[in-house]
């Protein structure tokens, strides 16, 4: 693994951040419309969806190209999301999520992509 692309991250973060978070920490915030409050409550989750759906289902096969990934992982994504829609409780789903994983990956039903 390298670490090449750390440093463009670090950037990449001190560039953008500054820009999202002015509108946060803006006075007046409170005063936004519903739905726009709605919207940017909703932003963060939406965000690690996104991130959580690529890194379940995208893999790179021997080659380097990239290939769909159809196995256990989005069963245990659909495990812990039906967890913290059940209970509120984001860590019991992510909880519920490793463990179906784990567990498959223990007796040899899931082996690693």
């Known amino acids: 693994m390298t670490f090449g692309f750390v440093p463009l991250a670090v950037l990449m973060a001190l560039v953008t951040y500054p820009s999202r978070a002015?509108?946060?920490?803006?006075?007046g915030l409170e005063r936004l419309p519903g739905w726009a409050?709605?919207?940017?409550?909703?932003?963060?989750?939406?965000?690690?969806a996104a991130l959580a759906a690529v890194n379940v289902l995208v893999v790179t096969n021997a080659g380097g190209r990239l290939s769909l990934h159809?196995?256990?992982e989005p069963v245990a994504v659909v495990v812990g999301v039906a967890i913290v829609a059940w209970r509120r409780n984001l860590f019991l789903g992510i909880l519920a999520a490793v463990v179906v994983t784990a567990t498959a990956r223990a007796i040899g039903f899931a082996p690693l992509p």
């Open 22 to 27: 002015v509108a946060l920490v803006a006075p």
């Open 37 to 48: 409050l709605a919207y940017l409550r909703l932003v963060g989750p939406a965000v690690l």
């Open 70 to 72: 159809v196995g256990l």
